[in-house]
């Protein structure tokens, strides 16, 4: 149980395209979702939190108009990069906390998005 | 949050039975500590979660000590597919580990 999905697993796109990414949780329903970013050789870095309903809460730093969250049921949460530079290509991960057991996140598989 | 400070790396041998230290100075008294492994382009998966003492389950043991400021991952007979990188957090359980931080976590290098 508690297994969390992401679509696509990989994903290219051009300079300037938006590109969209999304986090299921499949058989439980999340409370909350975080998003993290990790780029090569170096650990996970949170961006936001996202709430079932309400606007996702960005961390210092991270630019809200260029990462749009939307966690439109308690299964899915969705990370879209908009106008995607080459510097925004890395490793993105999204994880989940069940509802009602909230003691662990749990992720998913994450998505390498490389921009051209 | 409490901060962890973990080695950056470790080398062993498969067979080998490997402990992980993590200093957590700062931990607060509703935090628990948790463990994750991650191999390359995957999300970390959890491991082992404490709060004081020993807690054992199927793949690791974990040992705190009274004080709480650190806390040691053992892993017994490891192989080669127990080459990752190995993450140390502390958090509120009751609130979820919201805002995880993770550190640089340490990477073990498991050898024939």
């Known amino acids: 149980g508690a297994v969390v999905s992401q679509h696509p697993s990989r994903v290219i796109c051009k300079s300037g395209t938006s590109v969209k990414i999304e986090c299921r949780s499949l058989?439980?329903?999340?409370?909350?979702m975080f998003w993290y970013r990790q780029f090569p050789k170096q650990s996970l870095m949170l961006m936001a939190t996202?709430?079932?309903?309400?606007?996702?809460?960005?961390e210092q730093g991270v630019e809200k108009d260029k990462f749009l969250i939307n966690h439109a049921s308690l299964t899915l949460s969705t990370l879209t990069v908009t106008s995607a530079h080459p510097e925004d290509s890395s490793f993105y991960i999204c994880?989940?906390?069940?509802?009602?057991?909230?003691?662990?996140?749990?992720f998913g598989p994450g998505t390498r998005l490389t921009v051209t | 949050l409490a901060k962890t400070t973990q080695p950056i790396s470790m080398d062993s041998y498969e067979g080998q039975e490997v402990n992980i230290t993590c200093s957590h100075n700062?931990?607060?008294?509703?935090?628990?500590i948790t463990w994750y492994q991650q191999f390359p382009s995957q999300g970390p998966r959890f491991i082992i979660q404490?709060?004081?003492t020993k807690v054992t389950n199927e793949v690791a043991s974990l040992f705190i000590p009274a004080d709480r400021k650190s806390s040691t991952l053992s892993l017994p007979r490891v192989s080669l597919s127990d080459t990752a990188v190995y993450y140390c957090?502390?958090?509120?359980?009751?609130?979820?580990?919201?805002?995880?931080?993770f550190g640089t976590g340490t990477r073990l290098l498991v050898s024939p």
């Open positions: 994880s989940a906390l069940i509802r009602d057991r909230v003691s662990e996140q749990y």
């Open positions: 058989d439980f329903q999340a409370t909350t």
């Open positions: 996202s709430n079932e309903g309400s606007k996702a809460t960005y």
């Open positions: 700062n931990i607060a008294t509703n935090d628990y």
């Open positions: 404490g709060y004081k």
């Open positions: 957090l502390v958090g509120d359980r009751d609130t979820g580990f919201q805002k995880l931080v």
